[in-house]
């Protein structure tokens, strides 16, 4: 057996993706699915804010999809959003503040409907909680999980719409969160009946650290696949 490490690259099936948006721009992304099996579910994930260098590659979402297609038979998308770039290249357009991203999110679904991807679930991170909050209301979806989330551009009327919106939402806040820490954000989350808020001791805004990303990693799959919980330490 072999310890399990932050640079630890698992078997999948990985290829290089496009998606289109409604307003005519082409995203790039990749997809991860298990090596020789179909996923049992998938996770479409919203990047950190690509004007302080969130993207596609930040670490927990590239820790995700080199592990969980592997642990836990789950189909990883990530992408980067409008004027977004990483190793895989940029997406055309411009940032526009969490607006025109609505654009980039259905066609994150709608490539998922349109490739038969099972059990959706969203994960945003920081800036992609917001964008998960306001424009993932999409019967695909079957619930969100929320990594540090701010709610600075994700109002208390989008905190009601996904109370209305019916699907689990659940919110992983650090301890020590640069901009919401869980006693707050318990306060601010009551608005959503079926929320969940999950405070993570010792945590901080980025998760740096194996130990924090092995805890986030956990929580997705602890909602997303019960049983691949918890995830193995070693392979």
Do not use: C
């Not at 932050?6 to 409604?22: F, K, N, Q, S, Y």
């Not at 082409?26 to 004007?51: I, K, M, N, S, W």
């Not at 969940?196 to 997303?224: F, M, N, Q, S, T």
């Amino acid at each position: 057996m072999v310890e399990i490490r932050a640079a630890t690259v698992l078997p999948a099936r990985r290829e290089p993706i496009e998606l289109h948006t409604g307003d005519g721009l082409t995203l790039v992304g990749e997809l991860a699915q298990p090596l020789d099996r179909p996923p049992v579910a998938t996770l479409v994930t919203l990047h950190p804010l690509p004007t302080h260098g969130g993207f596609m590659d930040s670490h927990v979402y590239k820790k995700a999809a080199n592990r969980l297609p592997a642990l836990a038979d789950l189909a990883v998308l990530r992408f980067n959003t409008r004027g977004t770039s990483s190793d895989r290249g940029t997406s055309q357009g411009e940032f526009d503040g969490g607006e025109g991203e609505r654009f980039d999110v259905v066609a994150a679904l709608e490539y998922a409907e349109y490739h038969d991807l099972p059990h959706v679930w969203v994960v945003g991170w920081s800036f992609g909680t917001e964008l998960a909050l306001k424009w993932a209301h999409d019967p695909l979806v079957e619930g969100a999980i929320l990594l540090s989330p701010p709610l600075h551009r994700a109002k208390d009327a989008d905190l009601d719409a996904w109370a209305r919106f019916g699907r689990p939402l659940v919110a992983l806040v650090p301890e020590f969160d640069d901009y919401l820490r869980p006693e707050e954000a318990r306060t601010r989350f009551a608005r959503v009946p079926q929320a969940e808020v999950i405070g993570v001791e010792g945590a901080k805004h980025l998760w740096v650290g194996e130990p924090y990303v092995r805890i986030a990693l956990d929580e997705i799959v602890k909602r997303v696949n019960p049983a691949a919980h918890p995830l193995p330490t070693e392979v």
